[in-house]
């Protein structure tokens, strides 16, 4: 999968949003799967609070050495237009509010999996990328990597 002008994934919508029970937005290959995957220019989000949401879950080993992998892809949560999760919504504060619990985690690689990963970035906003200022915002992401 290879996107272009960094093409997004987007989560959204009531599937995402029990925290007790985290959905997976984007999984890739099924448990124990063994093959060849390969990701490059994506960008994996989310609009509005998602407390529920497991943004990759990483299942597939490599057949070949290398033939598993992702690269120049981000996952980014909150802070930019169309997030629902800017200055606007989550503006500075000590505590997080529950608007603004974006996800449960970002990438979740199970077991039995592995990859190679290169320029893979995952960001929870703490400023508005989108705000002339660059203006603090407060948005929370329960977990970002789990290997």
């Known amino acids: 999968m290879t996107g272009q002008v960094w093409s997004q994934i987007v989560a959204s919508g009531s599937f995402f949003a029990d925290a ?3 959905q997976v937005m984007v999984r890739v290959g099924a448990p124990n799967d063994v093959g060849t995957v390969e990701i490059s220019d994506m960008l ?4 509005g609070a998602l407390p529920g949401l497991i943004m990759m879950e990483w299942n597939v080993q490599a ?3 290398g033939s598993v992998g992702m690269w120049d892809a981000h996952f980014r949560v909150g802070g930019a237009i169309g997030t629902k999760l800017q200055v606007a919504q989550c503006p500075p504060q000590p505590t997080i509010p529950t608007g603004c619990i974006a996800a449960s985690m970002m990438m979740h690689l ?5 990859g190679y990963f290169e320029n893979v970035w995952a960001w929870v906003a703490d400023h508005d990328i989108d705000d002339a200022a660059n203006t603090q915002v407060t948005v929370a992401v329960a977990r970002g990597i789990l290997l």
């Open 63 to 65: 057949e070949t050495q």
């Open 20 to 22: 007790s029970n985290p």
């Open 44 to 47: 994996f989000t989310s609009t």
């Open 110 to 114: 199970t077991n039995n999996s592995n």
